[in-house]
């Protein structure tokens, strides 16, 4: 899977296009024009998602028309293949730790990625994703006064 | 002499036991930051401020500043010993620092860099220090219009000096003003561009697209890549240092004329990053001939670093004269003030002097205090990238997500983190820049609101924006930074068609 770096120019330029039509669209129920006490609360985002998709449009049909079958990659597959390696095991944590709290879900994932990715010793990568929830407690919760994302674990362990 | 005297009281709430154990703190970690991929200066700086809500300001900013100072001193680290720019400002001295680090010459090269680096900085400070009261005292004439016709000019300087082709700048800045409407509306009260999500309804928060954008964003590229530490000897051997260090008054006119395209660059919105580039560019076109450069030339590496740090530190003094920051970095500083509950701007040098002064002041001792950290750091440092990426990499991320939580406390925080990492990913793989987009996420408000005032004022007209010579001149030289370079381009552009990857 190779993708061609002018295919995803075109591609993210129309995508940020619509992204200002979405913004402009939205601005437009919130009223654009001019009140007795200035400018509607739309006017400014109006103009800016208007702005937005000219520009994302005009740079979309620009590079079609200045670079138009050039052959460099944006990715290929090796590099596909190590993205994706890393962006699954972050996704899943982020679901993780919405679900389990912070805490856990760094411990599980960096557990997970030094054992899997890193070829640890399976006790040495738990080893090492404790310690490092425990030295996170201990510099936020604890010296910091920040409280993070807790979970079941915590809450059965009457960790507050 | 005004100036001389509030330096002095500045320097008096500087240096407290307090206040220079916080500078260490602040410099160490700005160099870890520094020295790991994906950990950048805005990044860090952007971790750390929820750390500091329960600071005093002063403090606060100290450490903020202090970060800053280390994060480029660290970058510097690893482009010698690496080859991996540490920050993107340090790319340049990756061209002749890793040359000459694997000629044997590490402790030449990193003494060389950070020496340079010191001085562009002192540099920036001087030039601080004699123009922030004229600069305070020149905005307090300022009404909406000419902050509006301010913040525009800071948006056209980017388009027309930065490195990026102008349109995608102007798409990069027009993001971040759209991301900066999302939520309550200041002014009229009513809820914008939310599309029913509760959890827009307190806004984007720019500290955590800052995150996602430079730090997720930026260890998806060094994963893609997949990560080759092909480090060199870090041994500093201290009489290769004083050797180096009586070296270097030889390059004075590369010093001299680096810290120049540094302050300039610093106070207009050129950036770090821009200013090493052209500042290596003029010195490769200036130099006596002698060693070709790209292999370890002495000057490759002085005038990169003059310039990036000279840079770095007057990109300070916009933020607190007139509350425009000219980097990423300072722009997430001077989001981290408003936070704080201070205004930046020429009100900000009349009330709080102990903040202003405190800060310049702590300036010129942190960066001599970087200076010697960083030197006595280097093989611990050089060691911290020795460690394997499979723990490093999770570790970063984890730090970048539970610095995004820390921000509101907030859970779909966790994706926004995750999909502006993706969207850091893929603007800088297309050569999207981030800087504008967080320049215009923090300034965003206040430009809309400035530009809802001077409405009002002239009900209805643009012609406010030309209403006096002072707004007049601005945007008129806005304009003109917009126009001339793209004219100038134009005209290259006719005798010779480029690729997409050479189309700056």
């Known amino acids: 899977m190779v993708i061609k770096r002018i295919h995803m120019e075109v591609l993210v330029a129309c995508l940020l296009a619509l992204a200002g039509v979405a913004v402009a669209g939205g601005s437009l129920e919130l009223g654009v024009g001019w009140t007795d006490s200035g400018p509607d609360a739309g006017y400014f985002p109006f103009y800016v998602g208007l702005l937005l998709a000219i520009a994302g449009f005009a740079n979309a049909i620009w590079t079609v028309i200045l670079h138009r079958g050039e052959t460099e990659i944006f990715i290929d597959s090796e590099q596909a293949r190590r993205l994706l390696s890393f962006l699954l095991p972050m996704t899943a944590f982020v679901i993780v730790t919405l679900l389990l709290g912070l805490y856990v879900g760094a411990a599980l994932y960096l557990f997970y990625v030094a054992w899997r990715q890193g070829k640890y010793n399976p006790f040495w990568a738990a080893g090492l994703g404790i310690g490092f929830a425990i030295s996170l407690f201990v510099v936020f919760d604890t010296l910091f006064k920040v409280p993070l994302l807790k979970g079941p674990l915590e809450a059965y362990l009457k960790i507050y | 002499m005004e100036n001389f005297g509030l330096l002095m009281e500045g320097f008096q709430v500087a240096i407290t036991p307090t206040h220079l154990a916080i500078m260490v703190i602040g410099v160490m970690l700005g160099l870890v930051v520094g020295v790991l991929p994906g950990l950048g200066a805005p990044n860090g700086v952007s971790l750390l401020i929820p750390l500091t809500f329960t600071m005093d300001p002063v403090s606060a900013i100290i450490l903020l500043a202090s970060m800053y100072w280390g994060a480029l001193f660290g970058g510097s680290t690893t482009s010698i010993l690496f080859n991996i720019p540490g920050e993107p ?21 990193l003494t060389l860099a950070f020496m340079s680096a010191g001085i562009g900085a002192l540099v920036g400070v001087v030039v601080i220090t004699l123009l922030s009261t004229w600069a305070a005292g020149f ?69 955590v697209v800052v995150i996602g954008l430079f730090g997720i964003g930026e260890i998806l590229m060094t994963v893609q890549d997949g990560l080759h530490f092909r480090g060199v ?51 490769r076109q200036w130099s006596r001939p002698g060693e070709p450069f790209g292999k370890g030339r002495p000057e490759g590496i002085v005038a990169p670093e003059t310039a990036d740090h000279s840079a770095g530190t007057c990109a300070m003094l916009p933020m607190l004269a007139l509350g425009v920051p000219s980097s990423a970095t300072a722009a997430v500083m001077m989001g981290g003030l408003m936070i704080w509950g201070l205004t930046p701007g020429p009100m900000l040098f009349a009330t709080k002097p102990d903040f202003v002064w405190g800060l310049i002041a702590s300036m010129y001792i942190s960066n001599i205090v970087a200076v010697v950290l960083v030197m006595a750091t280097v093989p611990l440092f050089a060691a911290l990238l020795r460690i394997p990426f499979a723990v490093i990499g999770p570790v970063i991320v984890a730090i970048c997500f539970v610095g995004a939580y820390t921000v509101s406390n907030a859970t779909f925080d966790l994706w926004l983190v995750l999909l502006f990492g993706v969207i850091g990913y893929v603007f800088s793989k297309l050569s999207y820049p981030l800087a504008p987009l967080v320049l215009a996420m923090v300034l965003g408000h206040k430009a809309e609101n400035s530009f809802h005032q001077s409405m009002i004022l002239s009900d209805g007209s643009l012609d406010v924006f030309w209403s006096n010579p002072l707004v007049g001149s601005i945007m008129t030289l806005a304009l003109l930074l917009v126009i001339v370079p793209q004219v100038v381009k134009l005209i290259g552009r006719l005798r010779s068609r480029g690729t997409l990857r050479s189309v700056h």
């Open chain 2, 139 to 207: 905005a307090l004439r300022f009404g909406a219009p000419e902050y509006f016709s301010v913040y525009f000019l800071a948006f056209c300087a980017f388009i027309g000096m930065g490195s990026s082709a102008p349109l995608k700048t102007i798409i990069s800045l027009l993001v971040g003003l759209a991301l900066s409407t999302v939520g309550m509306d200041t002014i009229t009260g009513t809820l914008r561009l939310t599309y029913g999500l509760n959890e827009l309804m307190g806004g984007v928060s720019f500290l």
């Open chain 2, 233 to 283: 000897a870090s041994r500093i051997d201290l009489r290769d240092v004083f050797r180096t260090i009586a070296e270097l008054p030889r390059y004075w006119a590369t010093l001299l004329r680096s810290s120049a395209i540094g302050v300039w660059m610093g106070i207009t919105p050129g950036g770090p990053t821009a200013a090493s580039f052209m500042s290596y560019g003029v010195a």
């Open chain 2, 89 to 109: 400002s340090s790319v340049a001295t990756t061209f002749d620092g890793y040359p000459m680090a694997q000629k044997g010459q590490s402790t030449r090269a």
